[in-house]
């Protein structure tokens, strides 16, 4: 007698539901991606008892008759599919036509629904996988499903959901991917008769719906323009600052599908290295459309990851795009602080949503690596041995971006005021938008600049850090980072996990101005140090070097974000600190060198440079 044995249908199905039916979230996914599959313009899902009580999808699409109803419920029945050929160019967001008979095993479902121009509707009732009545019904064009009753037939999985509060919070994520993926669709979501989500069909834009969803007000970073063999990426992120917390996230979608990829969230956040914080990712929604052979979406179960064809292309393609966008970002807020020209179609994100024509800007070319990637180039280092200690290094220059002699005088500020000084000439030749001129320093360590429109606070730290930062850089990539030649070199004894590092590393720390010679044993001689340190240790620097390669952090890195690392710890040590006292002529000197840069916004740590404070937002705190 044979030991193998063909599976009953329901239970199939059940095993089945095991992969597709994780929880309550899963089937509000499926229903949805049903829906909109079947063109409807609103869709209504209602939730009682976090989705095991009930769950009810009402959509306004092309509806069922009887017989697709019936057949809807075999196993692998779709209308979505007709040959094999069409697997490679997947357009809709169901497919695999596993949903309802997996979903139908594990509750009582209730389909209801009626075609365009027919007179009478169907009514189907499936009590865990076994139907139990069809009948003709009226009831409007589109489809009504009703899920009760979640996994009532198999207690053990139903053990295993979490505490409504998680099981709502899956679902309410289900809403959001839908409402962004498709921002035409009137979209309503409802739990225990409260309404939660309530989006508008035919009228939002995607930016309306970001600035919805995250609650954030302020300008959004529009990503754009960018395209390379018929892959185009879009989208709007969170400004740095602001994605950080537990709301802060990345929704990715790939041709309208939400999915979870490693790859591009990795790219991002390379996109914004440099900008954001210590443990902030970045947050927003992010779309890429390409062709769909270009994909794989048959990976998974739940169709919530897939595979590119073509992963590194399309990962350059996300850095160099993000990357653009923080460029133009950069310009708005040097608008809105400066008053600087804008670009023609400059770009910004109101509160409201409402976006200005953008050109893509001078986005590095996707068949061309990035600037970063020079960091990967081996340098031609001149010999000191050959050449003597001032051969090959770059003697010193003032690295400082503003004056800060110790030795001027200037007369102390009174006690609880801050010093007027002159305007700043106006940077942009005439007055526009923003014009802010500066008033004074803030606690030894703001600048405070003033205009019709409001109040800026810069740090003065972060500020100078980042035009430091992308000073050296420049110079690094240049192979121009100045040196300061030691009149008495310094003897340090290195430890074996050092020497290891001078050994791999050692072209890099000649780039950086750091130059470093084998004495004997353990021993080695510090001969120049990077010209803008000149005022720290040469001890301290090395170690400071040593301690970067060694970390961590660094050592999951490449090349081109580790040195970047290593140039922001530079520019930290040297640029201005926090209660340092600012003269008149300095204060003016840095927020000239702000209104010429092209990057200023955040330090290289990630930290924000600028704040304003709007003239509107200063009325409301006194009630005016």
């Not at 249908?9 to 979230?25: C, D, K, S, T, Y």
């Not at 996990?497 to 890099?508: M, S, T, W």
């Amino acid at each position: 007698m044979s030991k193998i044995k063909i599976l009953p249908e329901n239970l199939a199905n059940q095993i089945a539901a095991g992969e597709v039916v994780e929880r309550p979230a899963s089937v509000v996914k499926e229903l949805v991606e049903n829906s909109i599959d079947a063109g409807a313009g609103r869709i209504t899902v209602q939730i009682e008892g976090g989705g095991s009580r009930l769950i009810r999808v009402i959509d306004d699409g092309e509806g069922m008759d009887q017989d697709d109803m019936l057949l809807s419920l075999e196993r692998h029945a779709t209308s979505k599919l007709q040959s094999s050929e069409q697997m490679s160019r997947i357009l809709t967001l169901g497919f695999r036509g596993e949903a309802l008979p997996s979903i139908a095993s594990v509750s009582r479902l209730t389909i209801t629904s009626r075609v365009g121009g027919a007179t009478l509707g169907s009514r189907a009732e499936i009590r865990f996988g076994e139907l139990r009545k069809v009948h003709e019904m009226g009831c409007g064009q589109g489809t009504v499903m009703e899920i009760r009753d979640l996994f009532g037939n198999v207690p053990a999985r139903k053990k295993f959901l979490k505490s409504v509060r998680t099981e709502l919070a899956h679902v309410d994520g289900i809403i959001v991917n839908s409402a962004l993926a498709f921002p035409q669709l009137g979209l309503t979501y409802a739990v225990d008769g409260r309404t939660i989500w309530s989006f508008a069909a035919g009228v939002d834009t995607l930016a309306a719906r970001v600035h919805q969803i995250t609650g954030h007000q302020s300008a959004l970073i529009e990503v754009g323009g960018q395209e390379h063999h018929e892959v185009s990426v879009t989208g709007f992120l969170l400004p740095p600052d602001a994605s950080c917390g537990p709301s802060a996230r990345l929704r990715i979608f790939v041709n309208r599908r939400a999915v979870r990829d490693r790859m591009v969230t990795h790219a991002v956040a390379e996109g914004l290295h440099g900008f954001l914080m210590k443990g902030c990712g970045p947050s927003g929604a992010l779309f890429l459309e390409l062709d769909p052979e270009m994909i794989d979406v048959n990976v998974h179960p739940t169709k919530q990851e897939i595979r590119f064809r073509q992963s590194a292309e399309i990962h350059q393609l996300i850095v160099a795009a993000v990357r653009a966008a923080m460029q133009r970002y950069q310009k708005d807020i040097q608008y809105a602080v400066f008053g600087a020209p804008a670009r023609e179609g400059h770009s910004s994100q109101s509160a409201q949503g409402e976006a200005l024509a953008f050109p893509a800007g001078e986005a590095w070319q996707v068949n061309e690596p990035p600037p970063s990637a020079a960091y990967m180039e081996k340098p031609k280092i001149p010999s000191l041995r050959e050449h003597g200690n001032d051969a090959g290094v770059k003697t010193y220059q003032d690295e400082r971006v503003i004056p800060l002699s110790r030795e001027e005088h200037y007369e102390p500020r009174p006690a609880g005021g801050l010093e007027k000084v002159p305007f700043l000439p106006d940077f942009s030749g005439k007055k526009r938008g923003g014009g802010f001129q500066y008033i004074g320093q803030f606690r030894n360590s703001y600048l405070l600049c003033e205009s019709e429109e409001g109040i800026a606070v810069i740090d003065q730290h972060a500020a100078h850090e980042r035009l430091l930062f992308e000073r050296l850089k420049k110079q690094y990539m240049e192979l121009a980072v100045p040196a300061q030649p030691l009149l008495f070199p310094e003897m340090i004894e290195c430890t074996p996990e050092q020497i290891d590092v001078l050994a791999k590393h050692g072209d890099e720390f000649a780039r950086i101005g750091v130059i470093i010679q084998e004495f004997g044993g353990e021993s080695y001689v510090i001969k120049a140090v990077p010209a803008i340190l000149s005022q720290v240790g040469p001890r301290e620097v090395v170690q400071g070097i040593f301690d970067h390669f060694l970390s961590n952090d660094s050592k999951g890195k490449g090349a081109a974000m580790r040195m970047d690392d290593m140039l922001s710890v530079m520019a930290c040590k040297a640029a201005v600190k926090a209660h340092d006292i600012l003269g008149p002529e300095e204060g003016q000197a840095l927020l000239e060198k702000m209104a010429a840069a092209d990057i200023f916004s955040h330090c290289p740590h990630g930290r924000p440079v600028v704040k304003i404070f709007t003239d509107s937002e200063i009325k409301k705190w006194f009630f005016r």
